[in-house]
Every structure is written in structure tokens, then in C-alpha cells.
Nanobody, 124 residues
């Protein structure tokens, strides 16, 4: 599956953004989907993942209830709603997918398909 992420941009601290990731070439319903991010000068890290049906969702501790991952398999799209954004959330956000990854996986190594990334910049 090929992935195309969008929705990034410049937002003030405390604001919201919704990222989208559209799949093509295959039905994402077969795939575990995840979001990762890479801040300037830092390694890429796990943000959230959602099971194939959408019934199970897992988040990094730093999300603290601010972000919500969801999916619409009919639209071949996964979303990341981000609220109460902080400067520390500034990063390139990547969506990822894998047909065989374990539900709840936060390991980048288990995701074999990656989108190109979308930049989120949070200003104070």
C-alpha cells in the first residue's frame, strides 16, 4: 500500500490540527495503521496506532488524551486529530502501515509501508 499524509501546517500553541493519511494500491482495512513523528534533531518516535477494525487504539504517553487516532476503511483513510498542541509537538508526522504487525505495535520496525510525512509546526 502507498500512503499519502496531509494536514500539517503552522498552528499556535493550544490549537488543533487533523492529519489525514490516504492509502492507495490496496485496502487499508487489511493493515495495522500508525502515526509516528520526528522532531528536529531527534529520532522518530511512536505517536499512536489503531487496529484493523478500529476497535483498539494505543497512544504514546506524551499524548495524554490530546490526540485521537481513527480510521475510515471505506475511504481508505486514517486520521490523527491533535488538540491542545504544544511547541514540543513540532515535528514531521508520518503515517505507517503493515499487514502483519501486532495489534498495538509501537515499533517502527514492524511497519513496512510509510508515507512521506507532513510537517506540523506549533508556535508559542
Amino acid at each position: 500500500v502507498q500512503l499519502q499524509a496531509s494536514g500539517g501546517g503552522l498552528v499556535q500553541a493550544g490549537g488543533s490540527l487533523r492529519l489525514s493519511c490516504v492509502g492507495s494500491g490496496d485496502a487499508i482495512a487489511k493493515y495495522l495503521m500508525g502515526w509516528f513523528r520526528q522532531a528536529p534533531g531527534k529520532e522518530r518516535e511512536f505517536v499512536a496506532t489503531i487496529s484493523r477494525s478500529g476497535g483498539s487504539k494505543y497512544y504514546a504517553d506524551f499524548v495524554e488524551g490530546r490526540f485521537t487516532i481513527s480510521r475510515d476503511n471505506a475511504k481508505n483513510t486514517v486520521y490523527l486529530q491533535m488538540n491542545t498542541l504544544e511547541r514540543e509537538d513540532t515535528a514531521v508526522y508520518y503515517c505507517a502501515a503493515d499487514r502483519f504487525a501486532r495489534t498495538g505495535s509501537a515499533s517502527q520496525n514492524e511497519y513496512r509501508s510509510w508515507g512521506q510525512g507532513t510537517l506540523v509546526t506549533v508556535s508559542s
